[in-house]
């Protein structure tokens, strides 16, 4: 019995003319997906380069089907390829980026699951869309929770075609807007080439240049900060501009890590040296050897050590634990973090001073962020680009931060600093909808500029006098301390300020006034 030639004319007709989208109507209806987020009209207003520049792979076995459409989206434009073998296709989407891939579920030798597996691996941004003549429930389902783009049931027309294409086509173009941006705003904010480093704020531009400065020397350098300012990310930056770049940047937390290990971690030790020393191992400071060494959190590091330490930045020499000898000469460079003020820890015994002088060459202070409130906005933009791409498909839209929630991160003292703001931030990029505005109120951060550790010991106190003089004194004392934060807050903005505050100018003027408080003066105090 012969078998009849299916005729596949139906699912890409040939066309003589171009196939331009035909009406806006064609743009937003899709019997298989969710009507596309940009302007209808824009499908037919593409530029011709940048349809040219939209790379496409069309994987089917069958010939009439694989040639159909090719021939349908080359006369839209498109750089298109296809390819009739599974096998063939694995190669193609490994070695090669594609925009958008067309591929048949079953195929041979190499299933279309696999190839679309490998395409995303290849590159997260490509769009699959997987095409089937067996459309089901379940194959649907599992095609999706690979990370699908859509589900191209057959047969289907020309214009099916055109539409779900066009879909694809906008959010391809969404996504590389998206990263345009994202590599403008590291043009435009950013400190660095070869890591990102984000601020404009006059006192962050001074700790990264004065680091751009130093990182091409040998010197030691110790980095002051408050926790979560970004000690480790100048570390980096330390090194990756310094001329050991191409060598190890060995980093050790010495809070992280229980006394008796440490000494075994950073000197090596030889076999025997105690129970389960097995066999001989070196130590960091020999993997860092040429490299740069991190000691992070100097402070909590025990005073023994330090005097260990202490020889190793003298003369370069390591012994590791049991051994009575010299076992390596090391050439490392030294960079040292700590969260408190290392001369109040030398005078209280913490911090040896020998160690200090060695370590504190070139000392860089980080503000915190409460006094970078111009770099706040740009950070969160930044942390919700990054965590959105992270936890989301990555042709999902961005969701975006009203005037309203930027403005309230900028009136937070964030004590956890830039590590409190991205973790706010990757809180909001999980819960937001795809596309949406995210509004002050959805911000999990705790905001209250009453909060001061001095002002309750003040209340304490004034609390033992007559009524009207211990409420007129509580209540100077407020207005006082709610005045300074806020100005420090809005970065001496006054009608930012004001905004925060919810009163009008000629009020807040009229406050600093009675107090005896200077805008100029409360800025400084701030930086």
């Not at 030798?109 to 490509?126: F, H, N, R």
């Not at 601020?199 to 010197?219: E, K, M």
């Not at 971690?265 to 066999?279: I, L, N, P, S, V």
């Not at 009008?504 to 105090?525: A, M, N, V």
Request: net charge neutral; charged share 25%; proline share 5%.
């Amino acid at each position: 019995m012969r078998t009849a030639r299916r005729d596949y004319s139906e699912y890409c007709p040939p066309t003589t003319s171009s196939t331009a989208v035909r009406s806006p109507s064609d743009v937003v209806v899709d019997i298989n997906g969710p009507v596309s987020t940009l302007p209808p009209a824009d499908v037919g207003t593409i530029p011709p380069a940048t349809r040219s520049s939209i790379r496409v792979l069309i994987v089917d076995d069958d010939r009439s089907l694989r040639e159909g459409c090719a021939s349908v989206l080359q006369v839209e434009g498109y750089n298109v390829s296809s390819c009739g073998r599974g096998d063939e296709a694995l190669d193609l989407v490994r070695r090669a980026r594609y925009d958008v891939i067309l591929v048949d579920l079953y195929m041979t030798p190499v299933a279309g699951m696999e190839i679309l597996k490998a395409a995303l691996a290849t590159e997260a941004t490509t769009i699959v869309v997987v095409m089937t003549g067996n459309p089901s429930v379940a194959s649907s389902i599992d095609a999706l929770r690979e990370g699908a783009w859509d589900y191209l049931p057959k047969p289907f027309s020309g214009t099916h075609l055109q539409v779900m294409f066009g879909r694809a086509v906008h959010a391809v173009l969404q996504n590389r807007h998206a990263n345009d941006a994202r590599q403008q705003s590291l043009t435009d904010n950013g400190n660095s080439d070869r890591i990102t480093l984000l601020g404009v704020s006059p006192a962050f531009r001074r700790a990264v240049d004065l680091a751009r400065r130093v990182a091409a020397t040998n010197a030691s350098v110790m980095l002051i900060g408050e926790s979560g300012t970004g000690k480790e990310l100048i570390a980096q930056f330390l090194h990756r501009h310094s001329r050991r770049a191409n060598k190890e940047l060995i980093a050790i937390n010495w809070a992280a890590l229980p006394e008796p290990l440490l000494e075994s971690e950073m000197f090596g030790h030889r076999k025997g040296a105690f129970t389960g020393a097995e066999r001989e191992k070196p130590g960091l400071l020999e993997m860092a050897h040429g490299g740069t060494f991190f000691l992070d959190e100097l402070t909590e590091m025990s005073l023994p050590l330090q005097a260990k330490l202490l020889r190793v930045l003298q003369d370069g020499v390591v012994r590791r634990v049991g051994s009575e000898q010299e076992d390596a000469v090391v050439d490392v460079r030294f960079i040292a973090a700590t969260n408190r003020d290392p001369r109040e820890a030398v005078r209280t015994k913490v911090l040896r001073e020998d160690l200090y002088y060695r370590l504190n060459v070139v000392p860089i202070t980080l503000p915190p962020l409460r006094n970078r409130v111009e770099d706040i906005p740009i950070l969160a933009n930044h942390f919700l680009s990054h965590f959105w791409l992270r936890h989301h498909r990555s042709r999902d839209a961005l969701p975006r931060f009203s005037a309203g929630a930027l403005e309230f991160l900028q009136s937070c003292q964030w004590p956890g600093n830039v590590r409190e703001l991205q973790n706010v931030i990757e809180h909001l990029a999980v819960l937001a909808e795809a596309g949406s505005e995210i509004g002050a109120s959805e911000i999990p951060v705790h905001r209250d500029p009453m909060e001061s550790s001095s002002g309750f010991a003040f209340a304490d106190t004034a609390l033992d006098g007559v009524y009207h003089v211990a409420k007129d004194k509580l209540l100077a004392h407020f207005e006082k301390e709610y005045l300074t934060r806020l100005v420090a807050s809005a970065a001496g903005n006054m009608s930012r300020a004001a905004r925060f505050a919810g009163v009008d100018r000629t009020t807040l003027y009229r406050l600093l006034e009675r107090h005896g408080l200077r805008r100029e003066s409360l800025i400084g105090g701030g930086e």
